[in-house]
C-alpha cells in the first residue's frame, strides 16, 4: 500500500489550477461512500498540520460500522501526511470527536506548537481557509490521494473484525498507576487512576502485543493488514466504551505524541531536522514502520528504517466538565526539562485521581459482559456487511 500504487477510477480530479472545493472545504479524494476533504474552518491553523475529515454525508446517523468505515480512511490519510514527502507533516493522531467526526490531523515538526503536543482544538479560533497554499501543494495532494485512497477502501471490503470471536472477560488487575477491568485475547482495558490526561474519566484499550504505528500495513493491498484490523478493533473496543459509560459524549483520540522517538536528534530523539529540511521524504522514510520488507529492499530504497517507537493506543477521553484539554508533554519530561507551568497542567486542581466509586460505576456499566455484548451485537464480523 505504498504511495502512488493504486489507480483511482472514481476521483475526478479538478482541472489544472483549480481546486474541488463545496461548502465542507477542499476535497482532497471523493467516491460514491466517502468525502475525504479538509474543513472550510479547520480545528488547527494549517501551519501546524492539515486537517482532514472524512464523510460518509450521514455521519450523525452512521452504524458503529461505518463510523469504522470511515475511520480507516482517516488512517489511510494519515499514513499519506506522516509519510508522503508531498506534506511538512511528519506525524498524524486520529480523532473520534464532537459525536460521530471523524479527523485526521497532521503535525509538523518545524512548528513547536505542533511537534509532539497534543492537538488543541480548545477555544482556538482559526480563520476560515482561502487556500491550502503555500503550506501544501492542493493539486498534487488531491492527484496522491486519488491515487492511494481507493486502496484502503478496497481493504475495507476485506476487514473482519474480532474474526474469532470478541470472548471478552472481566479482571481486576492493578498497577500503579492503573486497574485493567477487561481483556481478551489482543487487548486490555485500563481505567487510568493515578493522574488521568482529563479531569475526569480517562480509559485506554492496549495492544497486548504492541505495534509502532495506527496506519501500519503489511506489503501490497491484497495481503491482510493485521495490523490495521487490529487498529480498527481497539477504536471499536474504544467506542463501546465511549457509548456505555457516556452515550457517546467526549472523545476517542489515537496519538502517540509524547513519545522519546518523536524528538529531534538534538533533544535525544530520532528526527534530525537538518535532514528533515533538506530531504523529507527520505527523513520520514528513515522512520517508517516496514514489515516483512528485506534489506536488499531497503538498500534498493535509499534508507534505513529506523522507526519512531509510539506503540499505539486508543484513548477514551470523558471530561466531567468542558472540552478535552491534554497537557503539552508528560509530567515526568517536564519535570525533568523545568517546565513549572507543564507540571502545573497536572496539578490536582486540574485532574483529579479517579475515585473508588468511580471505578465501581465504570465496572458497572462495561463489567458482566456488557461491553463484550456491545461489541458483538455492533462491530463483530465483516466491517462491510
Keep these: 500500500m505504498s504511495d502512488g500504487a493504486v489507480s483511482s477510477p472514481e476521483m ?47 455521519d450523525s446517523e452512521d452504524s458503529p460500522r461505518e463510523v469504522l468505515e470511515r475511520y480507516l480512511m482517516a488512517l489511510g490519510s494519515a499514513k499519506v501526511l506522516a509519510e508522503s514527502g508531498k506534506t511538512p507533516d511528519a506525524w498524524a493522531n486520529t480523532r473520534l470527536e464532537q459525536g460521530q467526526t471523524v479527523s485526521t490531523y497532521g503535525r509538523v515538526p518545524e512548528v513547536e506548537n505542533s511537534w509532539r503536543k497534543p492537538v488543541n482544538t480548545s477555544n482556538r479560533v482559526v480563520p476560515e481557509m482561502g487556500s491550502l497554499e503555500p503550506n501544501y501543494g492542493t493539486q498534487k495532494l488531491q492527484e496522491l490521494f486519488g491515487r492511494y485512497l481507493p486502496g484502503w477502501e478496497h481493504l475495507a471490503d476485506n476487514i473482519e473484525l474480532f474474526k474469532n470471536g470478541v470472548d471478552g472477560e472481566d479482571i481486576n488487575k492493578i498497577t500503579e498507576n492503573a486497574v485493567t477491568i477487561w481483556e481478551n485475547n489482543r487487548f486490555e482495558l485500563d481505567v487510568a487512576i493515578i493522574a488521568p490526561h482529563v479531569k475526569g474519566l480517562h480509559l485506554v484499550v492496549n495492544p497486548k502485543k504492541n505495534f509502532q504505528r495506527q496506519w501500519q500495513t503489511v ?11 487490529q487498529t480498527l478493533e481497539a477504536t471499536a473496543i474504544a467506542m463501546g466504551v465511549q457509548k456505555l459509560l457516556a452515550e457517546g459524549k467526549g472523545e476517542i483520540h489515537n496519538s502517540g505524541n509524547w513519545a522519546g522517538g518523536l524528538k529531534t536528534t538534538q533533544e535525544g530523539g530520532k528526527l534530525d531536522m537538518k535532514k528533515f529540511v533538506e530531504n523529507r521524504k527520505i527523513e520520514k522514510r528513515t522512520h517508517t514502520q516496514d514489515i516483512g520488507v528485506t534489506q536488499e529492499q531497503i538498500k534498493n530504497r535509499s534508507y534505513v528504517n529506523d522507526p519512531f517507537n509510539t506503540s499505539i493506543h486508543a484513548q477514551v477521553l470523558l471530561p466531567t466538565e468542558g472540552s478535552v484539554i491534554l497537557p503539552e508533554m508528560s509530567e515526568s519530561e517536564a519535570k525533568e526539562r523545568g517546565k513549572a507551568d507543564i507540571v502545573a497542567q497536572w496539578g490536582k486542581e486540574v485532574r483529579s485521581d479517579t475515585t473508588p466509586a468511580q471505578l465501581e460505576e465504570i465496572k458497572t456499566k462495561l463489567g458482566e459482559g456488557k461491553l463484550t455484548k456491545w461489541l458483538e451485537e455492533n462491530c463483530q464480523g465483516h466491517l462491510i456487511s
Design 219 to 229: 506489503g501490497g493491498q491484497n495481503e491482510e493488514q493485521t495490523y490495521i484490523q
Design 12 to 58: 475526478s480530479l479538478a482541472p489544472q489550477g483549480e481546486t474541488l472545493r463545496g461548502k465542507e472545504g477542499v476535497s482532497l479524494y471523493k467516491s460514491s461512500r466517502f468525502n475525504v476533504f479538509v474543513p472550510l474552518n479547520p480545528n488547527i491553523p494549517l501551519n501546524e498540520g492539515l486537517h482532514i475529515e472524512v464523510s460518509s454525508g450521514h
